[in-house]
């Protein structure tokens, strides 16, 4: 009698360990009744019918992804591959229709993406899909939206998180790039060479008027030196005739000295004999002469001219 008492015992303990289960956090437990749908248990310790009931499968409710990789051609014949990222849910009062309405979720997700994505793009040249990618995703999960929220699924976000072109059009893409850098640096370039040319011709002017004004003064300063030097040889007896060719003749004299103390200069020697020299101090004094008399007579004339 004992002995059959402990099969039985053992038999009733597997039983009633088999009526209680346990749903993780963010999942749904779908139960049926001689293969008939029964109930949708959530989270937590459950309990079920031995043998009658089963668990028949185990519906997450987390936030999932898939991604999507789409080729289509652009309006400007352009082949670009996408990668479209779908955010999706199980809504937790839809689980049913999740589960027995839908076989394969995935393969219908990526049906729409493929039928907005190849109906969207071909209206589009390259350049506007980068720049339009947001009004794509938009399409995108406002199409999935409405199509699979009947089968118990709400679509959280879509993205498109990549476009990549054909290897030669982003090469392409690249040089046009580069040239257009090239182009506004050579600009650059030449805007700076200009204002250096121009800033460099008004240095230039600057330093001849300003060497201009130098000579002017030096000459001024040479002239009154002169005067100066003349009178001072006329309070001892010296007349201007005489006092001019003395200077012109010093002058003369120091400038050669000057040559003689510089190197690497190129000197012209004039007739050096008593007669070359006597010649040049006559011409000297007859071209004195002939100033002071114009200056004489300019003097005279002058007074004149303003009473007319």
């Known amino acids: 009698m004992n002995y059959l008492?402990?099969?039985?015992l053992f038999f009733g303990l597997v039983i009633l360990f088999s009526?209680?289960?346990?749903?993780?956090?963010?999942?749904?437990?779908?139960?049926?009744?001689?293969?008939?749908?029964?109930?949708?248990?959530?989270?937590?310790?459950?309990?079920?019918?031995?043998?009658?009931d089963r668990i028949v499968a185990r519906v997450g409710l987390k936030i999932q992804q898939l991604d999507v990789?789409?080729?289509?051609?652009?309006l400007d014949d352009v082949f670009v591959k996408l990668k479209v990222s779908v955010q999706y849910v199980v809504i937790k009062s839809k689980v049913y229709e999740a589960f027995y309405q839908l076989e394969y979720p995935h393969d219908?997700?990526?049906?729409?993406?493929?039928?907005?994505?190849?109906?969207?793009?071909?209206?589009?040249?390259?350049?506007?899909?980068?720049?339009?990618?947001?009004?794509?995703?938009?399409?995108?999960?406002?199409?999935?939206?409405?199509?699979?929220?009947?089968?118990?699924?709400?679509?959280?976000?879509?993205?498109?998180?990549?476009?990549?072109?054909?290897?030669?059009?982003?090469?392409?893409?690249?040089?046009?790039?580069?040239?257009?850098?090239?182009?506004?640096a050579a600009q650059f370039e030449g805007d700076a060479a200009r204002i250096l040319i121009v800033e460099k011709a008004k240095a230039e002017?600057?330093?001849?008027?300003?060497?201009?004004?130098?000579?002017?003064?030096?000459?001024?300063e040479i002239a009154r030196g002169l005067e100066e030097s003349v009178e001072v040889l006329n309070k001892v007896g010296i007349n201007s005739q005489e006092a001019s060719a003395l200077i012109?003749?010093?002058?003369?004299?120091?400038?050669?000295?000057s040559i003689g103390e510089?190197?690497?200069?190129?000197l012209i020697l004039l007739p050096n004999s008593p007669q070359a020299g006597s010649d040049m101090l006559n011409n000297m004094v007859a071209s004195f002469t002939a100033s002071n008399m114009i200056g004489e007579t300019m003097k005279k004339n002058a007074p004149k001219r303003l009473e007319k």
């Not at 993780?24 to 459950?46: C, P």
């Open 5 to 8: 008492l402990v099969p039985i």
């Open 19 to 52: 009526s209680f289960f346990t749903v993780k956090q963010q999942t749904a437990a779908i139960i049926e009744r001689f293969g008939k749908f029964h109930s949708v248990r959530t989270s937590g310790l459950q309990m079920k019918l031995p043998i009658i």
């Open 69 to 74: 990789i789409i080729e289509t051609k652009t």
């Open 108 to 184: 219908q997700i990526t049906s729409y993406v493929f039928d907005v994505v190849r109906a969207e793009v071909p209206k589009m040249k390259l350049d506007d899909v980068f720049v339009k990618k947001d009004d794509i995703a938009i399409a995108v999960k406002a199409e999935l939206q409405d199509a699979m929220l009947d089968y118990g699924y709400d679509i959280i976000k879509t993205l498109v998180t990549d476009i990549d072109p054909d290897g030669q059009v982003k090469e392409a893409m690249n040089r046009i790039n580069a040239s257009e850098r090239e182009k506004i």
């Open 205 to 220: 002017a600057e330093s001849k008027r300003l060497q201009g004004q130098g000579i002017a003064d030096q000459r001024r």
């Open 248 to 257: 012109v003749v010093t002058q003369h004299y120091d400038t050669l000295q």
């Open 262 to 266: 510089a190197t690497n200069t190129n």
